[in-house]
């Protein structure tokens, strides 16, 4: 099992930079694959990014593709996401989750065992 615990979130305005972090702490981190979603309020919680268990495979949802860069430090337990060039409609609460399944089905929010309490990034124009 492991317990993840989000941070990074703020209110920035359109154009700024934001770093989020997750941090595990139960099993090795390295035996999971990391995903973010968020979530905006009336809307399905939608996917953002994942990384695969050793770190070489990373992948992005269509909506933040160029500007989102997720890392993972399992040194540190840690799994990072750089969002830059923020837009209004980035404005969500992020959640990160892990999982011990197959990479196809990275996108599934189903498919993920274990979540953060999520972190609230705002964005104003």
């Known amino acids: 099992q492991v317990a993840l615990v989000e941070s990074g979130g703020g209110l920035v305005q359109a154009g700024d930079s934001l770093r989020l972090s997750c941090v595990a702490s139960?099993?090795?981190?390295?035996?999971?694959?990391v995903g973010w979603f968020r979530q905006a309020p009336g809307k399905e919680r939608e996917f953002v990014a994942a990384?695969?268990?050793?770190?070489?495979?990373?992948d992005y949802g269509d909506s933040v593709k160029g500007r989102l860069t997720i890392s993972r430090d399992d040194g540190k337990n840690t799994v990072f996401v750089q969002m830059n060039n923020l837009k209004p409609e980035d404005t969500a609460v992020y959640y990160c989750?892990?999982?011990?399944?197959?990479?196809?089905?990275?996108?599934?929010?189903?498919?993920?065992?274990?979540w953060g309490q999520g972190t609230q990034v705002t964005v104003s124009s």
């Open positions: 990384i695969s268990r050793n770190g070489a495979v990373a």
């Open positions: 989750a892990a999982k011990r399944g197959a990479w196809g089905t990275r996108t599934s929010p189903p498919q993920y065992y274990y």
């Open positions: 139960g099993d090795p981190f390295s035996m999971y694959l």
